[in-house]
């Protein structure tokens, strides 16, 4: 059984306290109104939820899968990279994760609200709307956007993301670059497949899912602009370190 390092062992730890606590804490919605992260529009936003989303997860299937990849990828990499290195690595690419999924909503919010505005509503008429209680609308609006559109519109502005899963794809990036022929496989297809193919595989099923709207094997709730976004972090980094002598800029 593969060991596992120091700052994955805090990051299991952290990830499971969090989870703890918005079982135990309020009503469990508690902790999702404190540290998930929502579209900046919606009051409940906060600027720390940038980082503390990224130890919260809905339910027990949702952390047990991201602690697995976690442990199983995490280790490798963190013993290539050390322990500062490596959690900056982490934060990053779930960084990266987020900014890419918050810009994804803002296009999407704003698509809307632009056409809203321009058939004569008054913009902050409908913020004041939005912001009046959790999906509630104008029906008017459906005049202007279609069922879509504003299903989208509404649902941005009520979104919350949580989960590790943006940084662990920039975790299975790096894990991939730096063990290309390690051979991985599915929990449900067990065959073998080197991770220089398994894992742009799996970035590929998520730029399916995030253009198409179906889901593969993930549930249809899924950040798959986040992975993605965690994936293209943790890619540039990757690249930019091993252009710059990798082994040179090591961190203890």
């Known amino acids: 059984m593969r060991s ?4 994955v062992k805090h990051l299991l730890i952290i990830n499971a306290i969090m989870f703890v606590g918005t ?3 309020g009503d469990g919605q508690l902790f999702y109104k404190w540290f998930a992260l929502y579209f900046p529009k919606n009051e409940l936003f906060q600027p720390w939820q940038i980082i503390t989303h990224m130890f919260m997860h809905g339910n027990v ?16 990499v963190e013993q290539i ?9 982490y934060i990053s690419a779930g960084l990266g994760a987020a900014l890419l999924q918050l810009g994804y909503y803002y296009f999407k919010f704003y698509s809307g609200l632009d056409l809203l505005v321009e058939a004569g509503f008054d913009s902050s008429q409908i913020m004041e709307v939005l912001s009046s209680s959790y999906n509630i609308y104008d ?23 949580v989960g590790a899963s943006g940084a662990i794809m ?24 080197k991770a220089k193919y398994f894992i742009p595989g799996i970035i590929a099923l998520d730029l399916f899912s995030a253009l198409s ?26 690249y930019f370190w091993k252009k710059n002598q990798f082994d040179n800029y090591r961190w203890h």
Not at 214 to 238: D, E, I, K, Q
């Open 213 to 238: 709207g179906v889901s593969v094997f993930s549930p249809n709730n899924t950040a798959y602009v986040a992975h993605l976004g965690g994936a293209l972090t943790g890619f540039l980094m990757m």
């Open 170 to 193: 920039g975790i299975l990036v790096a894990f991939g670059m730096l063990f290309p022929e390690s051979k991985l496989m599915l929990i449900f297809l067990p065959i073998p497949v």
């Open 61 to 76: 299937q949702h952390i047990l899968f991201n602690m697995l990849a976690l442990w199983m990828f995490g280790t490798a």
């Open 4 to 7: 596992i390092t120091d700052t």
């Open 139 to 161: 029906t008017r609006w459906a005049n202007v956007l279609n069922q879509d559109q504003l299903e989208s519109f509404v649902g941005v502005f009520n979104s919350s993301m």
């Open 23 to 25: 079982l135990m804490i």
């Open 81 to 89: 990279f050390g322990k500062k290195k490596f959690i900056f690595f």
